[in-house]
Each structure stands twice: as C-alpha cells, then as structure tokens.
C-alpha cells in the first residue's frame, strides 16, 4: 500500500467495542529521536554525580551555549544552532520534563511515522523543532511575555507531532489518564491551556514553561498536516530531479557521440580535437544500460 493509498484511511470512524490499550511498536525514528534525547539527558544528570563540581561547571556551560536563550543574542554572537540543539537537551534536575516528552514521543510519534515513514517524519518533527524556537524568539523580541531562563527540551516538537495526529485523526480514541477521550478534544485542551498561561505569562505571571515554543510547534503541526506540507517527500522529489537531468544529459552526450561518429565517417578520425576525443572516450567508458 503506498502513501497516498493510506491518507484516505485516516478519517474512518473507529471499530467498535471500546478503547483498548495497546503498546505499538517502536518505530525507527522515533527509537532514534528518544536514543539521542535520552542519551543527553544522563550525560547532563550523570557527569556532575561522578566528576564533581567542575563537572558541573561544564553542565552549566552546556545549557547555557546550547539551550535557547534569545536574551543572549546581539551581532555579531548569533547562535542559531540553538534553535535545534535546545530541542534534544532536557533539565538535568526535572526528571518529569524528559519522562512526560517522551512518553508523548513515543505513543504519537509512532503514530505519525506509521502514517509519514521515517524520512517524513523526521522533517516534521525538525520542522515543528525550528517553528517552536522560532516563535520563542519572536515574543521575546515583541517584549510578550518572561524570557529570562534558558528553554530546553523536545516539547515544541512533540506538541506539533500530537496536533498532526489529531489532524490526520481527530476522532482516533486515547486514554489521558485512564480516561477515553478523543484526539481532537486532547489536544484542543492542550492548546488552549498554553494559550492561558502565555496570557498569564504576559500579565506578569512566570510558568517557568516556554509557553511560545509550545504554540510554535504546534501550529507548524497544524498547518504541515492540514496543508499537505508532512506528506511531501522532498528528498524523493530532488532525487527524481537529478535523475531526469542525469538522462537529458546522456541523451545530449549520445547525441554529441552520434554527431563525433559521423564526423569521422565523413573526414577521417584526424579531424577530430583533442577534446571530441576525450568525449569519445568517456562515452566508450560509460556503463551499458
């Protein structure tokens, strides 16, 4: 079945019989998106338990370069590496902040990469990464809001991935905390309780929470799937590309060989240049087929 065959799947009415709990199968980039976060996040928590507090030096010297903090950006020191680095480090002293993402990973990023193959959904996941930062430091330069500690973590990311799924299948059911609810009333909760408290952040109130990064990624979500943009392969269509033009210049070559040739029939092999030579010589060289 090809990708265009699953999308009109998506928006059947679910089977019958109730919400069933089931654990999927842990899809390959969503194994490697967790391997890298997870793999951060023990080196940040470890390193200072077993090095002491130069370790901890280092630590802090990593969240400050590679975490997100717009407040440190004036030319000519534009780290804009930041906007993706901040998304694979989690705060090494919040345990719940690396456990709830990807716990949220894995149960709608399976979900989605089931739906986009791995290729797309890694663009997705990267994309909805840069629109969430994008959007931080969009509303630290308006001024909208309390900006002043370094953002860390997948959250953006994976609150467009979750809002894509509720795109592709809004009536899918899922449990929030044992409780059956559908896709499109979760995550309209979610939304709208980082709405509330990016209002409550802009009156004065600090969540300690990158409510901007949230809203960010979710949008990109949003519109990458209600727009069509997830299921384009990019990398397929550059690919198809190259290869038509690698034909029209094998045609042309055969074309320019099949004029050398009949050059030669007419006025003998001395009248060809060093360079028409050249030519007939890599042509003769050219793999068959």
Not at 137 to 145: I, N, P, S, W
Request: with cysteine; hydrophobic share 45%.
């Amino acid at each position: 079945m090809g990708v265009a065959d699953r999308w009109k799947d998506w928006d059947e009415p679910q089977q019958q019989g109730g919400v069933r709990f089931s654990a999927p199968r842990l899809t390959s980039a969503v194994k490697l998106i967790l391997l890298v976060n997870l793999g951060f996040f023990l080196a940040l928590w470890l390193v200072p338990k077993f090095f002491g507090s130069g370790a901890h030096d280092a630590t802090t010297w990593c969240v400050n370069v590679f975490g997100l903090f717009p407040a440190d950006w004036s030319a000519p020191y534009l780290p804009v590496w930041q906007l993706l680095t901040h998304g694979v480090l989690h705060d090494p002293g919040s345990l719940g902040h690396i456990f709830w993402n990807s716990l949220l990973l894995y149960f709608f990023g399976t979900m989605l990469e089931g739906m986009l193959g791995a290729r797309r959904f890694l663009v997705a996941y990267l994309c909805c990464m840069l629109s969430g930062a994008a959007f931080h430091c969009l509303g630290f330069l308006l001024g909208l809001g309390e900006f002043d500690k370094t953002a860390l973590g997948a959250s953006g990311a994976i609150l467009g991935v979750v809002v894509a799924c509720a795109v592709y299948k809004p009536n899918q059911s899922v449990l929030f905390f044992f409780i059956p609810v559908k896709l499109k009333v979760l995550v309209g909760c979610l939304v709208l309780f980082d709405v509330f408290w990016l209002i409550e952040g802009m009156s004065g109130t600090n969540t300690g929470t990158a409510h901007w990064i949230h809203l960010g990624g979710a949008g990109c979500g949003f519109f990458g799937a209600r727009l069509g943009w997830f299921q384009r392969d990019l990398f397929a269509r550059f690919q198809a590309r190259r290869a038509i033009r690698v034909e029209e210049k094998r045609k042309g070559d055969d074309e320019l060989v099949d004029q050398l040739l009949q050059k030669i029939s007419e006025e003998g092999l001395g009248s060809l240049s060093e360079k028409e030579k050249a030519t007939l010589k890599r042509a003769s060289e050219r793999p068959k087929g």
